[in-house]
């Protein structure tokens, strides 16, 4: 069974940079699908980050590429979400997901999630 | 990037009926559409992928249909455990945009 664990600071201020760890158990990252992150506003609706494979190729939304990178660490069997100048548009419960064999983009396993409140 | 809109908003239904929620693109997505359930306080679990392909361990009550720019998720018999948010999400480009959700309240 796959299973994500999301992992990072709960509380950034705001123009500093959010960091956040997803570490996946059950599957190899090397074995050749796409790594997410989704994030969800409190209250609000789902909005897709980025993902990125094993190899390091990555996929942004062009509203945030800007400001985010994703990074994969196959060692460690773990990649990363870092998005820099944070505001507090950027609260918002963050998830990383698995996508399926077929799509960068259409997730199958996610992780319960994990709020970030962007406040000084 | 593509534009995802989700109608209704909100809905309300009783155990047992029929329930339809559409989803249009705001250009022409082919077949490349998801569904998602999320209930309160926990992750999207995908429901439909390419648009009426039902993921393992769905519910048959479910089913997907549409192409192009217009979809819809339907249950076809209201169960308790159906009150969720339910989300669509294109695949057509690589913004993969959701739509911005259909809350289902169970009369």
């Known amino acids: 069974q796959v299973q994500l664990r999301e992992s990072g600071p709960g509380l950034v201020k705001p123009s500093e940079t959010l960091s956040l760890t997803c570490v996946v158990s059950?599957?190899?990252?090397?074995?050749?699908?796409?790594w997410a992150w989704v994030r969800q506003p409190p209250g609000k609706g789902l909005e897709w980050i980025g993902s990125i494979n094993y190899g390091g190729t990555t996929y942004y939304t062009s509203s945030l590429e800007s400001r985010v990178t994703i990074s994969v660490d196959p060692s460690k069997n773990q990649f990363s979400l870092k998005l820099t100048s944070v505001t507090s548009a950027d609260t918002a419960v963050y998830y990383c997901?698995?996508?399926?064999?077929?799509?960068?983009?259409?997730?199958?396993?996610w992780g319960q999630g994990t709020l970030v409140t962007v406040s000084s | 990037d593509i534009q995802m809109t989700q109608s209704p908003s909100t809905l309300s239904a009783s155990v047992g009926d029929r329930v339809t929620i559409t989803c249009r693109a705001s250009?022409?997505?082919?077949?490349?559409m998801a569904w998602y359930q999320q209930k309160p306080g926990k992750a999207p679990k995908l429901l439909i992928q390419r648009a009426s392909n039902l993921e393992s361990g769905v519910p048959s009550t479910f089913s997907g249909s549409g192409s192009g720019t217009d979809f819809t998720l339907t249950i076809s018999s209201l169960q308790p455990d159906d009150l969720a948010t339910y989300y669509c999400q294109q695949y057509q480009t690589n913004s993969f945009t959701f739509g911005q959700g259909t809350k289902l309240e169970i009369k």
């Open positions: 059950g599957a190899s990252i090397s074995y050749g699908h796409y």
């Open positions: 250009q022409s997505i082919g077949l490349w």
């Open positions: 997901a698995k996508t399926i064999s077929s799509s960068r983009g259409i997730s199958d396993y």
